[in-house]
């Protein structure tokens, strides 16, 4: 399985940017998917999870409101749009493959993902 995320950039504060996570593999469709950041100088930290149907959702406190996850099993491809951004938005952001298939429960822990994309930058100037 690898996962490319994709999207990242240099954004305004109060801007918006849509990142995408394509991933290989034909039962992608059958995982949970999360995204994780790693601001400067931090630990990772969780972002939001989605189901493997799309149907349920799970945020971060700091982003519920301003991100959306979603995903199209067609396309292999998970997406997290972002909006209203702030500049401690400012960090890599990572998707991840949560472990198990099939699976119901959303997990904010790193631990319960295996795989891991590469990370693509974002960058909020304020």
């Known amino acids: 399985v690898q996962l490319q995320a994709s999207g990242g950039g240099l954004v305004q504060a109060g801007g918006s940017l849509r990142l995408s996570c394509a991933a290989s593999?034909?039962?992608?469709?059958?995982?949970?998917v999360g995204w994780f950041r790693r601001a400067p100088g931090k630990d990772r930290e969780f972002v939001a999870v989605?189901?493997?149907?799309?149907?349920?959702?799970y945020y971060a406190d700091s982003v519920k409101g301003r991100f959306t996850i979603s995903r199209d099993n067609a396309k292999n491809t998970v997406y997290l749009q972002m909006n209203s951004l702030k500049a401690e938005d400012t960090a890599v952001y990572y998707c991840?493959?949560?472990?198990?298939?099939?699976?119901?429960?959303?997990?904010?822990?790193?631990?319960?993902?295996?795989?891991w994309g590469q990370g693509t930058q974002v960058t909020v100037s304020s």
């Open positions: 593999g034909r039962t992608f469709s059958n995982y949970r």
């Open positions: 989605i189901s493997w149907s799309g149907s349920s959702t």
């Open positions: 991840a493959r949560q472990r198990v298939a099939g699976g119901l429960r959303l997990s904010s822990a790193i631990a319960d993902y295996d795989y």
